[in-house]
């Protein structure tokens, strides 16, 4: 007598567990879904004794058996302990093909870790150590025209670097942005010979240090023309920082596109730039916008160039046209190696303040350009439900008033 499988899959319909249907059952549950992302009590198990048991290892070899000492080696040794008991513990169990996964899931895991503590420890010390400084009103709206390295953090502050920082970013946005998203759009959309030239130097040019950047604005742009330091010229530097960043980026985001898409759109009879306008760019939104977020971080932190290009000033200077124009990285490092604590304190101060800066960037970046092509914000659904019942009641209205074929005089 043979029993049908489906029967055997059959479970309570009233559990409170989530209940996975069974096609050829009908209505009726096959059993409660298995979460294939969650860990069982035996890898828990491994996981934690693994962990404990290296703890106690390390802990052993530094106190008692080995001539070990400092936090660090501790650290280092209770992981190396635990990622070879872990191993022993789970191949007690699994074959080898799970081993390999299970110790490649906790390596990937652990580099997670250290890199989100390593940013929160930037963070959490950057804003210990200048907190002197920021709870002061002045700091943000005052410059150090009129303030030394003896004044108390009640006098001066970093609003020039602040105004400074965003006329120059502004000047590299502004002409980093279409000419690196163009660039990467007649790398994808265009090709040919030149193609294969131009993509070869923008990767080349990623790899360009700062400093010979600086330089070669110095050189081509100071010494050749203006003959002085300014915010046009540390722009300027910050866009060669920026622009292989924002190709390289785009240029593989633009490839991810479908080509199935563009080629939906010749068949429409669309033409190629009215494709890339209307379907290329869209479709690829979110991951440009992430393109130019990366080049932004690369130059908005920039010193060396800034250092040659723009000059240290105290004063406010809102011309990007002619004198120089300090940056809060250069004001950063022009603090930070003065001898006094209240100019110490003034760096790690203006360093947190182009960390807030950077994320507030980062958060407008992603509110702009984050949802998925097609996706509405909710102030684009209230304008679209407006324009359909707009359009629905122009029709009701038409429908209404001008007679029907049947009722006009001139219907045969």
Excluded at 266 to 294: F, N
Excluded at 334 to 347: H, I, K, L, Y
Excluded at 394 to 409: C, D, H, I, K, Y
Aim: net charge neutral; hydrophobic share 50%; with cysteine.
């Amino acid at each position: 007598m043979t029993t049908d499988l489906t029967e055997l899959l059959i479970t309570d319909p009233d559990s409170d567990q989530p209940q996975t249907i069974c096609p050829d059952a009908g209505e009726r549950a096959a059993g409660p879904r298995r979460d294939v992302r969650g860990f069982t009590a035996a890898q828990r198990f491994d996981l934690l004794g693994g962990g404990a048991a290296a703890i106690a290892l390390a802990t052993l070899l530094f106190g008692w058996f080995a001539p070990l000492s400092g936090a660090l080696g501790w650290v280092v040794v209770a992981f190396a302990a635990f990622l070879g008991l872990y191993v022993l513990l789970v191949s007690m169990e699994a074959d080898l093909q799970e081993v390999k996964d299970r110790l490649a899931t906790v390596l990937f895991a652990s580099a997670g870790v250290l890199l989100f503590g390593s940013l929160i420890f930037i963070v959490v010390y950057t804003l210990t150590r200048g907190a002197e400084a920021l709870v002061n009103l002045n700091f943000f709206t005052q410059t150090m025209e009129f303030s030394g390295p003896l004044d108390p953090l009640t006098n001066g502050g970093i609003g020039h670097a602040i105004v400074g920082t965003l006329i120059q970013i502004s000047i590299a946005l502004a002409i980093a942005v279409p000419l690196g998203i163009g660039t990467a759009v007649f790398l994808n959309e265009v090709g040919g010979r030149f193609a294969r030239f131009v993509r070869t130097v923008s990767d080349a040019m990623t790899a360009l240090p700062s400093i010979v950047a600086g330089l070669f604005v110095y050189a081509a742009l100071i010494q050749g023309l203006t003959h002085e330091r300014s915010g046009l010229a540390a722009g300027i530097a910050i866009t060669v920082m920026m622009l292989p960043i924002i190709i390289r980026s785009a240029d593989v985001v633009l490839r991810l596109v479908p080509a199935n898409l563009r080629e939906a759109s010749y068949g429409l009879g669309s033409s190629r730039w009215r494709t890339v306008w209307h379907v290329v760019l869209p479709t690829a939104r979110s991951g440009l916008v992430t393109s130019v977020i990366l080049g932004t971080a690369r130059g908005i932190g920039e010193t060396s160039p800034v250092l040659l290009t723009s000059g240290i000033t105290a004063a406010m200077n809102i011309n990007p046209l002619a004198g120089p124009m300090v940056s809060l990285p250069l004001q950063v490092f022009d603090f930070v190696r003065s001898p006094e604590p209240t100019m110490v304190a003034r760096g790690f101060g203006a360093a947190a303040v182009l960390l807030v800066l950077v994320l507030t960037l980062f958060m407008i970046a992603r509110a702009l350009g984050g949802r998925a092509p097609g996706d509405l914000s909710p102030r684009q659904r209230r304008a679209t439900l407006a324009a359909s019942r707009r359009d629905e009641l122009r029709f009701t209205t038409r429908s209404a008033t001008v007679p029907t074929l049947e009722g006009s005089p001139h219907a045969s």
